[in-house]
Nanobody, 128 residues
Framework: QVQLEESGGGSVQAGGSLRLSCAAS????????MGWFRQAPGKEREFVTA????????RYADSVKGRFTVSRDKAKNTMYLQMNSLKPEDTAVYYC?????????????????????WGQGTQVTVSS
């Protein structure tokens, strides 16, 4: 059983920064990749970024490229999201997720259905 717990959300003014963390726990945690998604009120959950666990290959949504940086610490089973130059449109609940090692689909990891494990989410609010 894999459990994911996000932390680091909060409120910030436009142009500010926040750093989110996602700690994974479980008897023997292993994953193909981890990702961050976000969901604003009245909108569908959308892909933000993903990182492959072994090689650290990253992928970003166009809306966050150049502003957000994903990283992971394999020794701590933790993924991070550094968010800079935040905009009001970044306001959402941010979820971390993990792809099971049994997954044999595409290696893009941008779709919700590719992820089996989800955290409870952390609120990020950016005011103008």
């Amino acid at each position: 059983q894999v459990q994911l717990e996000e932390s680091g959300g909060g409120s910030v003014q436009a142009g500010g920064s926040l750093r989110l963390s996602c700690a994974a726990s479980g008897r023997t945690f292993s994953t193909n990749a981890m990702g961050w998604f976000r969901q604003a009120p009245g909108k569908e959950r959308e892909f933000v970024t993903a990182i492959t666990w072994s090689w650290g290959i990253t992928r970003y949504a166009d809306s966050v490229k150049g502003r957000f940086t994903v990283s992971r610490d394999k020794a701590k089973n933790t993924m991070y999201l550094q968010m800079n130059s935040l905009k009001p449109e970044d306001t959402a609940v941010y979820y971390c997720a993990a792809v099971p090692t049994s997954y044999r689909g595409s290696a893009y990891y941008t779709q919700v259905y590719e992820y089996d494990y989800w955290g409870q989410g952390t609120q990020v609010t950016v005011s103008s």
